[in-house]
């Protein structure tokens, strides 16, 4: 209690409580922010040191105003005391508000605050009290206690913008993970690893500060060292420990280093424009694709935007998720740095599905004058994540789920849910939820690109103000944007598409975003593992965090009926009814009770559910699903038992592809169409065999495909097998089919003009070769 009462006696401390109580007051108003955790264990660490720091000098100045003798130790403990409690302060008023908004886990949240603000600011306190010592004149020793941690968090951000890393670790800070929607965030090793150097840096102080401090006078004197040599001695081997941590920030992984991604990585390849970092074990063939791949995504962005980027770019592709977030700090998020002329992204299904997106931003970026080479005030310091968001989308142009920006724009204008123009720009942008955000975007600049030409979008990126750009005001551009997205054409199912696809909130409006996430990849493993009952478990740990997780509670209801618990899976259905879950939900719940029937064998029942589905909303991949099991259940026989163990099985586990090949073989040998073929090339093209694949592909045509979707994908797949095996004019030929199908959607012909854009940049830049 007297530890406390002197130190709110002291202005300083008065003042850092003040602040600690205020920030905590005001992250209590924001959902993700206003409990413990890693978002507000970053905003504590961040304003809380430098006042802590400042605590720490003026506690110091206190005990020597008083000239009364006091062990220096004690001093320290005492300084180190106070920043504990000033965050002590902040983590009661959140924990209090975490009561009230309810909270997921509150121990992990209180590592966070503990790991995070709580040990910087023990550590600024602490450096704060050396700086008393150190300096007699007061004002000058807190001035500059408190510029320490603020010196020390900008140092950081320097390491960010000269390295590949979006994360940072900080002795003050802690911990700073980079992307704000990157959802898995959780306490791993290099953090402890961080805060074992942070000990050794206190213990620096102690050694350094009772070795050579006069308690008398509470005052630096260099005279005492040879008295207390051993205390030094320690002190400089703790300082030589946190220097090594420092210097070896990419090998602890607390930093990020190019020479370690490339080490761990393995192999380099080299194109006309791009370099390729990708795992070593990754075949040749494959890492040439990469690198035509990088080359063509760079030509055709320049000339869509009419720019030149003037560097060559360098493309990390790693293993996996874990893999990336250890070495650069994105873990499922997709990462372009700009102003390093790098991307980094996870070896994927080729044509990698989010390369032209990361390539735009860097081509783009030769457009922005600032340091990072982004749109934005300050010369792209406070970026304009809008437009930089929304310009790659635009460039990098095409479908997901079958639907265009446009089309999933239209359908969140339908439902009510589209962001406003001004939602889609700005801090706003970041704000909202990150599918309706990115749509909007880039519809908008879609728009922009189609209505006002590509010089306007440049000049927009350029300056950072479209308004100017365009000569219009926010409600002349909102008005004519939203008339030319009433122009779209909308499938019968893209509304209900629309309302699975943007029912999640932003990360700002969820309290346990992490905690959920943690969940979701748990029950991803319980599945691909084939543990039902603990993924039921799992379920319902997620439900209890988030009851409105409609997806969850369908992947429950498939996997009670998997488990055989028919009668508990359609209670549970019903649940979903009751919550008038949309109807792509209901109809994969209803598609999963249908194959627990196939595998009780009531055949029958299975067909009359199947076949009621094949005209709900679902995606294409869904409805072809749906089809064969339709196709296979109504001939029934060897290759109807061939089906159900491809697409149905025994368990949550997916079929290895060699199994699925065989298969696929012995559904052939049953049937006079395609189906058999086109299901082992499937399989062919999942492992890249593109060569064995276009054979089959070919046959499985000429065969012909009992359903016209079948049909489209057996013919998409054909025009991507030809291009990789250099069958360029068949390949031209496919795709040219396509966009001339009156019938086929917007999402399909967008997709077959970009192939074409590949087809004629491999000839024009094949001839560029020859060209002496």
């Known amino acids: 209690m007297i ?85 002590f302060f902040a983590y009661i008023i959140l924990a209090l508000n975490s009561l009230r908004v309810g909270a997921c886990a509150p121990g992990l949240g209180a590592m966070f605050i503990a790991l995070g603000p709580g040990l910087g600011c023990v550590l600024a306190s602490a450096v704060g009290a050396a700086w008393g010592f150190a300096l007699v004149r007061r004002r000058v020793a807190i001035t500059i206690a408190a510029l320490t941690p603020v010196v020390a968090i900008l140092w950081s951000v320097e390491r960010l913008w000269h ?35 942070t000990l050794f840096f206190l213990a620096a102080i102690a050694f350094m500060c009772t070795a050579l401090v006069d308690p008398l006078a509470q005052r630096l004197r260099v005279g ?76 055709q962005t320049e000339q869509l935007l009419g720019v030149h980027q003037r560097a060559r770019v360098t493309a990390f592709f790693f293993r996996d998720a874990n893999e990336k977030r250890l070495l650069m700090g994105a873990g499922d998020t997709y990462i372009a740095k700009p102003w390093r002329n790098e991307v980094y992204l996870q070896v994927s299904d080729w044509p990698h599905p989010v390369l032209a997106h990361e390539i735009a931003h860097v081509v783009a970026g030769n457009l922005a004058p600032g340091p990072l080479h982004v749109p934005g005030r300050f010369f792209g310091v406070l970026p304009e994540a809008g437009m930089i968001e929304g310009v790659a989308v635009a460039l990098a142009w095409d479908e997901r789920e079958g639907l265009t920006p446009h089309e999933w724009t239209r359908a969140m204008m339908e439902l009510g849910n589209a962001p406003s123009l001004n939602d889609a720009m700005g801090t706003s942008f970041m704000l909202a939820p990150a599918r309706n955000a990115y749509a909007a975007a880039g519809s908008f600049y879609r728009f922009l690109f189609t209505q006002y030409g590509a ?76 543990d039902i009952s603990k993924a039921i478990r799992t379920c319902r740990d997620v439900l209890r965090v988030d009851g409105g997780d409609i997806g969850v509670r369908a992947i429950e209801v498939s996997l009670l009926a998997r488990s055989g618990d028919i009668d508990g899976a359609k209670q549970l259905f019903a649940t979903l009814e009751r919550m008038r879950a949309p109807l792509p939900t209901m109809a994969s719940a209803s598609e999963s009770i249908a194959d627990a029937y196939w595998k009780r064998g009531d055949t029958q029942h299975a067909l009359q559910i199947y076949a009621s589905l094949l005209d709900a909303p679902r995606s294409d991949d869904q409805k072809r699903v749906l089809e064969v099991k339709v196709l296979a259940l109504t001939l029934g026989g060897a ?134």
């Open 455 to 530: 010089a306007v979008v440049r000049r927009a990126y350029a300056s950072g103000d479209v308004l100017h750009a365009t000569g219009r005001t926010l409600a002349q551009l909102e008005h004519e944007w939203r008339t030319y997205l009433g122009e779209v054409q909308l499938s019968n199912d893209a509304l209900e598409l629309a309302r699975v696809r943007f029912a999640r909130n932003a990360i700002f409006a969820r309290v346990c975003p992490h905690v959920v996430a943690d969940l979701h990849m748990e029950l991803a493993g319980d599945m691909a593992a084939g």
């Open 224 to 299: 005492r060292l040879p008295r207390y040599l051993a205390r030094v001695l320690a002190g400089i081997l703790c300082v030589y420990v946190v220097v090594y941590g420092e210097t070896h920030r990419g090998e602890l992984s607390l930093g990020s280093d190019v020479a370690v991604m490339k080490e761990r990585l393995g192999a380099v390849e080299r194109g006309s424009r791009c370099e390729v970092v990708a795992p070593r074990e990754l075949g040749a063939q494959a890492r040439h694709r990469l690198v035509e791949d990088c080359d063509f995504r760079i030509r």
């Open 3 to 87: 530890l406390v009462s002197r130190f709110f006696a002291l202005r300083s401390g008065q003042i850092a409580l003040a602040v600690a109580a205020i920030v905590a007051l005001v992250l209590s108003c924001l959902p993700l922010l206003g409990i413990p955790g890693p978002e507000s264990a970053l905003v504590l660490g961040i304003v809380l040191p430098p006042f802590c720091a400042a605590a720490g000098a003026a506690r110091v100045a206190q005990t020597r105003a008083r000239r009364s003798s006091a062990a220096v130790f004690t001093t320290l403990v005492h300084a180190m005391a106070s920043g504990a409690i000033v965050v």
């Open 639 to 772: 290759q109807s038992r061939a089906v159900y163990a491809l697409l149905v099985g025994e368990s949550t586990r997916p079929v290895d592809r060699a199994f699925a090949v065989h298969l696929a073989h012995q559904i052939a040998q049953e049937r006079e169409d395609g189906l058999g073929e086109y299901l082992e090339a499937r399989q062919l093209v999942n492992e890249a065999h593109f060569a064995e694949a276009h054979a089959l592909l070919g046959a499985a045509i000429e065969l012909g495909m009992p359903t016209i979707r079948l049909q489209r994908e057996a013919t998409r797949l054909y025009g991507q097998s030809a291009f990789a095996t250099g069958r360029h004019r068949v390949s031209e030929n496919v795709w040219r089919s396509i966009t001339n199908d009156a019938t086929a959607s917007e999402g399909a012909r967008v997709e077959a003009r970009d192939w074409l854009d590949r087809v004629h940049d491999h000839a024009r830049s094949s001839r560029s070769a020859l060209t002496p």
């Open 163 to 197: 390295s590949p890393a979006i994360f940072a670790y900080g002795h003050f800070f802690g911990y700073f993970p980079g992307t704000l929607y990157d959802e898995d965030i959780a306490l791993s090793a290099p953090y402890f690893t961080l805060r074992a150097l």
